[in-house]
């Protein structure tokens, strides 16, 4: 059946002539070749092949001329701007592709192309569009789009001149010099010409086809339906409708053919589908229910080319399968690293020998590396995490990555020329690495396009900085794609809507219907709607109905026709179905039957996440007895599945602080603080003492940064600059603290900083004993009487307040300083050197130093009693029968 249309023509063809070889067939594109080579053979044809083209060689052909397009034509165009109006390369490359772009459509498809440029700078026309903006005269806007059209009216028709004196033609070019060419090309040709499936045509290609129907040097077979044919107002068949009403199709030639397909019956499916994932599960879902046999007749289509590598791996039942569309080269991972490469030299275009660390790894987890090559990145990793680095000096870069194998394209360029060339010898070596064959594919895509970017460029010098050599490389690289090797007669067929041109199949399975992707958006343009029409140029309107024809093309022939959408509203998509769908469903005879897939099984409800005290772990907890922290209850107060996660089943991974953590901000001053009053430790403090300790603020933050492994570079600027100024201000403020309180007369002796303690026993009832470990921040003789401080970022007052409230509603997190204050005193009490002596114990807030130190309040309750709700923590953490989920924590 996916050979019908190719073999009706086949067919007619033989029946007319025994031997093809003085016909030309011309094609739509080039997969229908393929085919109908495939049809001649079935039909037991045996002379020579005819001559197939594509209406776009046939075109080039007629001309005579050497077509250039693409980079090429860009940096020729640019050449002679400069000529006429010199403009940075930048700048040309905003407007030039699609300005381009415009100018071939006008050669296609305006009768007086000329006439179009003069429409546009027609400063009366401008004018009156001003006044319809509520100007009275020409405003910024209106007059920067005269300027532009006029300078463009001169520019575009002396390049044109410009380039066919060199031998050359843009697209356009190419149509208008083959539109002069055409009679002479009919008058000389001794061939027959067979033009086999096309729609919409350009000025030349409508000429050539009726001349040559005129003398009867030509056949011409559409391929139509009624459906769409004869309802004047279906989008579908606007252009054949207009072509059967040619002269050349008479009583003796008439227009073939208009079939009766798409009445037959026909299933039709619409499945409303959140997300791209899940169409192509679905599609394995749908496939699967279709048999075996049938797959031979079955085509996928995608509208959105993105979709090809989830499907490629849910098809992976299918035994043969064929994939027309190329896997796009942009989406894969060294592409993403060559951008992540280009990106990192524009950034030190900027910074100048500074290198941001996420730019890269960006780098160095996309791009295939050598054995040794990874244990170098592996060292580096770690370094970065180790000592903090976000910003790394070129020197620092050397040290650590000197030995890469490629460290020579992290190196800052003298010139974007410089960059290519080096790129170019690094993707020239990277295939000789150990490679997987999508990698090397993708490789050798890249030197490819690479060598002829350094080729076109030779001859050019306006290539001045990185952001413009990247724009070139992307316009090289954005439409490459890797083919795939297959069978095209054999097997499942995975293609685009374009590659269907001329197949029909007996199962359809299209993906993403949407709105945006059929019709597709029409892309930029500067002519408006209204000049496009009185010019007879394409509008929306026309490349909708050329999406139309062949959507309805594809499926009228169809038996079984599956449309699948994306629903989701998220990012660029706007969840819209196609507006063919619509159609389908208001105007067509058939029924389609609507699906929606839901992915969120909400019918049952939703139970927490937990972990039950398996054997396993119990011997985990068993292990955790010995080093119980009052960090650790806390942790189990405000999520008991955090405490899990983080002590009990992994330690917590470190990472790259790109922003001073709140943890970190408090290590700085703690560790600050631990440098200033460490050499003063058993000492009576003095004003003169504490004086001489603002003088080394600034060396007690180094000290702390030398600790935290922070380069100091990471406090340069930005909010770390913030944080240390801050942290500095908190050092100044303790300290003059302690001053005022020597000067208002106390004594204050410092007994120790930072204090360690470990392997104190605490009697747990029913799971034995525990060891208790932990660090206090600071321990002094104040007056007499011996404080236990613990320093913390913030505090509310309540927290450390404990009374009879408290232990009626339960201990919880809200309690937690106070827990850690109680848990610290029950530590040094068990100590020998501070038995029998009294003690406090206070909470030294950072945000409120002024304050000073806020003692524990027990009103109604003792350090017993507390250390009762301590136990109770830890009785429940070991208790076998509860288990760790995501719910806060009250202890009674």
């Not at 393929?34 to 594509?54: C, H, N, Q, V, W």
């Amino acid at each position: 059946m996916k050979y019908s249309f190719l073999y009706r023509i086949a067919a007619e063809l033989i029946k007319d002539a025994k031997d093809l070889k003085d016909h030309v067939v011309v094609f739509p594109g080039k997969r229908p070749q393929i085919f109908f080579k495939k049809a001649l053979e079935d039909l037991g044809y045996s002379g020579f092949l005819p001559r197939m083209k594509t209406i776009e060689e046939l075109t080039e052909e007629i001309s005579g001329a050497t077509c250039i397009q693409g980079l090429a034509l860009t940096l020729e165009a640019y050449r002679f701007h400069t000529q006429l109006y010199p403009m940075e390369f930048s700048e040309f490359l905003k407007w030039f592709p699609a300005l381009a772009k415009d100018w071939d459509e006008i050669l296609k498809f305006a009768p007086e192309p000329l006439a179009v440029l003069d429409y546009m700078q027609e400063e009366e026309r401008i004018l009156q569009w001003a006044k319809s903006l509520g100007q009275d005269e020409l405003g910024e806007v209106s007059q920067r789009f005269l300027d532009f059209w006029k300078k463009n009216g001169e520019y575009l028709p002396q390049l044109d001149r410009h380039l066919e004196q060199q031998g050359l033609a843009s697209p356009g070019m190419v149509h208008l010099m083959a539109l002069k060419n055409v009679g002479q090309y009919i008058a000389a040709s001794k061939e027959r010409f067979v033009f086999c499936g096309l729609n919409a045509l350009t000025r030349l290609e409508e000429k050539l086809i009726r001349e040559l129907l005129a003398l009867d040097k030509a056949q011409c077979y559409f391929h139509s339906d009624s459906y769409y044919m004869d309802n004047s107002v279906q989008e579908a068949g606007a252009f054949l409708r207009r072509h059967r009403q040619w002269k050349e199709f008479n009583d003796f030639r008439q227009f073939q053919w208009v079939d009766q397909d798409f009445m037959q019956s026909k299933y039709i499916a619409l499945y409303e589908v959140p997300g791209n994932v899940t169409q192509t599960k679905l599609l394995s879902s749908i496939l699967q229910q279709i048999k075996p046999e049938e797959l031979e007749d079955t085509a996928v289509v995608l509208l959105d080319e993105n979709l090809l590598p989830s499907v490629i791996s849910e098809l992976s039942f299918v035994e043969h399968l064929n994939i027309t569309m190329g896997y796009p080269i942009k989406n894969m991972a060294f592409s993403q690293g060559i951008r992540a490469l280009l990106h990192l030299h524009k950034q030190l275009e900027i910074r100048s020998g500074s290198y941001y660390y996420k730019d890269l790894v960006n780098i160095l987890t996309a791009i295939p590396a050598a054995v040794t090559d990874n244990e170098i990145i592996a060292t580096f990793q770690k370094e970065l995490v180790e000592k903090n680095r976000v910003y790394l000096s070129y020197k620092m870069l050397k040290e650590l990555l000197g030995d890469l194998s490629y460290f020579s394209i992290l190196e800052k360029c003298s010139s974007p020329m410089e960059l290519l060339e080096k790129l170019l010898a690094f993707t020239t070596d990277l295939k000789t690495f150990k490679l997987s064959d999508l990698q090397y594919e993708n490789i050798s895509h890249f030197e490819k396009q690479l060598r002829i970017l350094s080729n076109q460029l030779a001859d050019f010098d306006f290539v001045h900085s990185v952001d413009v050599l990247e724009i070139l490389i992307n316009q090289l690289v954005q439409t490459q794609t890797i083919d795939f090797v297959g069978e095209p007669l054999k097997g499942l067929q995975v293609m685009g809507l374009l590659e269907t041109r001329l197949l029909t199949f007996k199962n359809v399975v299209l993906l993403s219907v949407n709105e945006g992707k059929l019709p597709g958006s029409g892309g930029n343009s500067y002519i408006p709607f209204n000049v496009r029409a009185s010019h007879q140029m394409h509008t929306y309107l026309e490349s909708d109905s050329i999406y139309a024809y062949h959507f309805y093309r594809l499926i009228q022939q169809a038996e079984k026709v599956y449309l699948l959408y994306n629903s989701l509203t998220s990012g660029i998509n706007s969840g819209e179905k196609s507006r063919f769908i619509t159609q389908l469903q208001m105007e067509s005879p058939h029924k389609v039957h609507h699906f929606v897939v839901d992915t969120s099984a909400t019918a049952t409800e939703t139970s927490e996440m937990s972990v039950s005290k398996t054997p396993a772990l119990l011997e985990r907890l068993e292990r955790w007895k010995s080093r119980v922290a009052a960090s650790h209850l806390n942790s189990y107060l405000y999520n008991p599945m955090d405490f899990y996660l983080k002590n009990i089943l992994y330690s917590q991974n470190e990472e790259i602080e790109e922003e001073l953590s709140s943890r970190n901000y408090g290590n700085l001053i703690h560790f600050s603080l631990e440098y200033l009053y460490e050499p003063l430790v058993e000492k009576y403090l003095t004003t003169k003492d504490l004086e001489g300790l603002l003088g080394q603020t600034e060396a007690a933050l180094a000290h702390a940064m030398e600790r935290l492994k922070h380069d100091p570079a990471y406090y340069a600027v930005g909010m770390n600059y913030i944080h240390k100024q801050m942290a500095l201000s908190v050092l100044e403020r303790i300290i003059k603290k302690d001053t005022q309180s020597v000067e208002e007369g106390s004594s204050l002796r410092i007994l120790a900083v930072e204090k360690r303690f470990s392997g104190v026993p605490l009697e747990i009832p029913g799971h034995g004993s525990v060891e208790l470990r932990g660090i206090i921040d600071r321990m002094d003789e104040f007056d007499g009487q011996v404080r236990l401080i613990d320093y913390k970022s913030s505090l509310n007052s309540q927290e450390l307040s404990f009374g009879l409230k408290s232990f009626q509603e339960g201990l919880s997190y809200k309690h937690s300083k106070g827990l850690q204050l109680a848990f610290y005193l029950y530590a040094l009490g068990q100590d020998a050197e501070y038995s029998g002596r009294a003690f406090s114990a206070g909470i030294w807030s950072f945000a409120k130093v002024g304050e000073g130190v806020q003692p524990l309040q027990m009103k109604d309750y003792t350090l017993e009693d507390l250390l009762e709700g301590i136990k109770g923590v830890i009785a429940e953490i070991l208790d076998p029968d509860v288990p760790f989920t995501r719910t806060q924590k009250v202890i009674y």
